[in-house]
């Protein structure tokens, strides 16, 4: 079965630290892909990034960064110099292919609060 | 970035009334989704709509639960008779037309639902 575990529930910073949000994944499937959301306090969903399970590259955009790896199930989130605009919840999500379900299964959320 | 549209923003119920949640979708995306989201807790799938049918559901997609298209274009949630339980933010979202395993599943802004 489908499983994705953010274990720290909340993390607190500094603005201009440097923080990463863990995810840890579970599936049977080969093919499947990997999301980051973002709900900021307003309570939408924003979409940050989607990784499909054979794109192991590490990806970089603007001061976040995602470290892919598949040999420990691992999808994690880099912010690099946070900024208090960045206090958020964000969700680790994982929706597999070949399972025939095409439904997006969350972890619990981190929730990230940058303090000025 | 595509937009998903949600109403209404807020909404207030009595226990045992019938509420009916609005999406409307992405132009020309053919896949569409619900999910909720009780307060301070993850996101969790409830049903996904293709082709005017339901493809696949969770076990909280019970019998009070409905969805569909009435216009070709607006997707609706219905719940027949609210529970205090279905109180919590609900997620429209929608994936392109070409393969709904490849693309990212946009989420609209939510509507929150409260059940006194």
């Known amino acids: 079965a489908q499983k994705v575990t953010q274990a720290q529930t909340e993390i607190s910073v500094v603005e201009k630290e440097d923080v990463t949000l863990d995810c840890v994944y579970e599936t049977r499937d080969t093919t499947y892909y990997l999301f980051w959301y973002k709900q900021p306090p307003s309570g939408e969903l924003v979409f940050l990034i989607r990784?499909?399970?054979?794109?192991?590259q590490n990806e970089i955009s603007g001061r976040y960064s995602w470290n892919f790896q598949k040999s420990t199930s691992s999808f994690n989130f880099t912010i690099t110099a946070s900024q208090v605009v960045d206090s958020a919840v964000y969700f680790c999500?994982?929706?597999?292919?070949?399972?025939?379900?095409?439904?997006?299964?969350f972890g619990k959320g981190t929730k990230l609060t940058v303090n000025p | 970035e595509p937009e998903v549209t949600q109403t209404p923003s807020h909404q207030v119920t009595q226990m045992g009334q019938e509420v009916i949640l609005r999406c409307v979708p992405i132009s020309n995306h053919l896949y569409f989704y619900w999910y909720r989201q009780i307060l301070g807790q993850k996101v969790e799938f409830l049903v996904s709509?293709?082709?005017?049918?339901?493809?696949?559901k969770s076990e909280i997609f019970d019998d009070q639960f409905s969805v569909e298209r009435p216009d070709g274009s607006n997707f609706t949630l219905k719940i027949r008779s609210t529970k205090l339980e279905d109180s919590a933010m609900y997620f429209c979202a929608n994936t392109g037309a070409e393969s709904r395993y490849q693309e990212t599943q946009y989420f609209g802004p939510g509507t929150r639902l409260l059940v006194l």
């Open positions: 990784r499909n399970s054979f794109d192991e």
């Open positions: 709509f293709y082709n005017n049918e339901i493809s696949e």
């Open positions: 999500a994982l929706s597999e292919v070949l399972g025939g379900s095409e439904k997006l299964v």
